[in-house]
């Protein structure tokens, strides 16, 4: 079972930076995707930043010039830099792996998730 670990949250002050990484444990040199999603008190999780396997990044409207994903596949960590934090930032931030099998089976897999809060 591929297990995802994410850290790096915390709490930050309005136009802080803070650095979220998720390890994986097995290659993600194997998965067709990876991202990193974010869900606030009483609102639906919502995507914020993928990186394909060819290095294609996609980004949320709100946080593009602000935040960079990047991936290491030596380490086989996918990182989420954050700059210039702001209070709507606030969630709980989850890493996500998906894998596409030859047959068409797509798998989904999530970390734990990690705090992020920003003071204003």
């Known amino acids: 079972q591929v297990q995802l670990v994410e850290s790096g949250g915390g709490l930050v002050q309005t136009g802080g930076s803070l650095r979220l990484s998720c390890a994986a444990s097995?290659?993600?040199?194997?998965?067709?995707?990876m991202g990193w999603y974010r869900q606030a008190p009483g609102k639906q999780r919502e995507l914020v930043a993928a990186?394909?396997?060819?290095?294609?990044?996609n980004y949320l409207d709100s946080v593009k010039g602000r935040f960079t994903i990047s991936r290491d596949n030596t380490k086989n960590t996918v990182d989420l830099q954050m700059n210039s934090l702001k209070p709507e930032d606030t969630a709980v931030y989850y890493c996500?792996?998906?894998?596409?099998?030859?047959?068409?089976?797509?798998?989904?897999?999530w970390g734990q998730g990690t705090q992020v809060t920003v003071s204003s």
């Open positions: 097995e290659s993600i040199s194997g998965f067709d995707r």
């Open positions: 990186i394909t396997v060819t290095g294609s990044t």
């Open positions: 996500n792996a998906v894998r596409t099998r030859t047959s068409g089976f797509r798998s989904s897999y």
